[in-house]
């Protein structure tokens, strides 16, 4: 019997959810894992074992093909060759928002780019306002990253007490925030630029482009050229996980069916299934049902679900053992107080909510958007506080910002974990101590203004 129009509309409103679910129990649980390696890795900084702690990251790692060799520390391989898969991630949940998600119109995705936009202007402009001048001065792109992992993470644990339209800004907000931090590490951390090289990455780019239009659906393919497009950009002085954007973009984000019209065929092939009542041809029928189910996932959501929980649970909380360990035997609170961690924690802990908040705000006073269903402005607060836990992109940005190992990039990290727990504390407690029933409240009073 074939269903209700109505009845399949309201299983379709179900199904653009799910991606953003299956995201965050991924990410919900790959925070728990980095919150564990980054423990793990400041006991391990400051324990007796510390010498042994460096010494591992720093174990050179030669990959040789005849006369090519690429020799790097342990750290390195990590931060420039795991971590493209970590920025493959990002790219294809920049992709699948714009195309089908919370960004997929211009209203939909005016809120979260306004809330991203203030919320990385206000910390730079914060942390160049004390660190302008000085050898911290570099550092001013940390502040401006949101750690989408953590931050949902937290909204996790609040449960029904946040709408799923904060989860959904939050997002959006955190996906934009990480397309500006791609943009400001392709713009201002790259080193010399070897126009060959980069040559040769735009020649591979082109590759991946004329698959997407050519309609070529195997994911396998855009990561195989994505292979030589690393090693192009590696070459050529632009950061090589960018990599990982591209071919992210690159990825077809619609499935090759309709969904309409695969269900009305699966529909008429039940229907046929039940008239000839159980025989030989129940698997055919079921693997015909498969097939069509198949057909609905395009080549982005099939990689997409394949690599996140490698990324979540593997990559990203080995990416923060390496990188989280901050000696902090013998040091002295005075340490909070130098430019670059005084800079990084004023950017997130204050700049964050001030530039999330103010932009909203402002948008909400001058008319041109509204915020999500069941979204008042406490809840409001409590992501913009959310926002300023940095931590696995501001750590990225402070290794290509300083030396590694240095005094001023052992500043910045240690602002990073302090700013990032005090940001995630406050949120957490601004969101848990907001009433459940306020959100109904907020949305009468804000849609007035609109109806009139």
């Given amino acids: 019997m074939t269903r209700p129009r109505h009845e399949r509309s309201s299983t379709l409103n179900l199904d653009l959810f799910r991606p953003l679910v299956s995201f965050v129990r991924h990410e919900t649980f790959g925070s728990v894992l980095l919150i564990l390696a980054s423990a793990v890795a400041l006991i391990w900084a400051n324990s007796a074992a510390r010498d042994g702690y460096v010494r591992l990251w720093e174990t050179p790692i030669a990959v040789a093909v005849g006369?090519?060799?690429?020799?790097?520390?342990?750290?390195?391989w990590i931060n420039d060759l795991a971590?493209?898969?970590?920025?493959?991630?990002?790219?294809?949940?920049?992709?699948?928002?714009?195309?089908?998600?919370?960004?997929?119109t211009p209203s939909k995705?005016?809120?979260?780019?306004?809330?991203?936009?203030?919320?990385?202007?206000?910390?730079?402009?914060?942390?160049?306002?004390?660190a302008s001048g000085g050898e911290a001065a570099p550092?001013?792109?940390?502040?401006?990253?949101?750690?989408?992992?953590?931050?949902?993470?937290v909204l996790r644990l609040l449960g029904k007490r946040v709408p799923i339209g904060l989860f959904a800004f939050?997002?959006?907000?955190?996906?934009?925030?990480?397309?500006?931090?791609?943009?400001?590490?392709?713009?201002?951390?790259s080193s010399t630029i070897s126009w060959p090289a980069l040559g040769a990455a735009a020649a591979f780019t082109l590759v991946l482009a004329a698959f997407n239009a050519a309609g070529v659906r195997r994911p396998g393919l855009y990561v195989l050229v994505g292979l030589p497009l690393w090693l192009a950009l590696f070459a050529s002085g632009i950061h090589a996980t960018i990599a990982g954007v591209i071919v992210g973009f690159c990825l077809p984000a619609r499935g090759s069916s309709r969904r309409e019209e695969l269900l009305d065929d699966a529909e008429r092939l039940v229907a046929i299934a039940r008239k000839e009542g159980p025989g030989d041809d129940?698997?055919?029928?079921?693997?015909?049902?498969?097939?069509m189910a198949a057909r609905l996932d395009s080549p982005l959501q099939v990689l997409e679900h394949a690599i996140n929980p490698y990324v979540s649970y593997f990559v990203i909380p080995l990416f923060a053992l390496a990188n989280a360990g901050v000696t902090l035997v013998g040091a002295s609170p005075a340490l909070l107080l130098e430019h670059a961690a005084l800079g990084v924690i004023l950017g997130l802990v204050v700049g964050k909510p001030i530039g999330i908040v103010g932009a909203t705000w402002l948008a909400l006073r001058?008319?041109?958007?509204?915020?999500p269903t069941g979204v008042t402005r406490r809840h409001l607060?409590?992501?913009?506080?959310?926002?300023?836990?940095g931590f696995t992109m501001s750590l990225f940005v402070a290794g290509l910002a300083f030396q590694e190992g240095s005094p001023i990039h052992t500043q910045a990290k240690v602002g990073i974990l302090t700013a990032s727990i005090i940001a995630g504390a406050i949120g957490y407690l601004t969101l848990r101590t907001t009433k459940v029933q306020a959100a109904a409240e907020g949305e009468g009073r804000r849609e007035a203004p609109h109806a009139a």
Avoid: C, N, Q
């Fill in 366 to 371: 001058l008319r041109i958007t509204r915020l």
């Fill in 282 to 291: 129940d698997e055919a029928a079921v693997a015909a049902l498969r097939a």
């Fill in 83 to 104: 971590m493209a898969f970590f920025f493959l991630l990002v790219g294809m949940e920049i992709k699948r928002e714009l195309v089908s998600g919370e960004l997929d």
């Fill in 109 to 130: 995705a005016l809120l979260p780019v306004l809330a991203a936009v203030g919320g990385m202007l206000i910390p730079a402009a914060l942390y160049l306002a004390v």
């Fill in 67 to 76: 006369p090519w060799e690429i020799r790097e520390s342990l750290l390195h």
């Fill in 381 to 389: 607060v409590g992501a913009g506080l959310l926002g300023g836990i």
């Fill in 170 to 189: 939050l997002a959006g907000l955190a996906i934009i925030d990480d397309l500006g931090a791609i943009l400001v590490i392709a713009i201002f951390y």
């Fill in 139 to 153: 550092g001013w792109g940390i502040p401006m990253a949101t750690d989408i992992a953590f931050a949902l993470g």
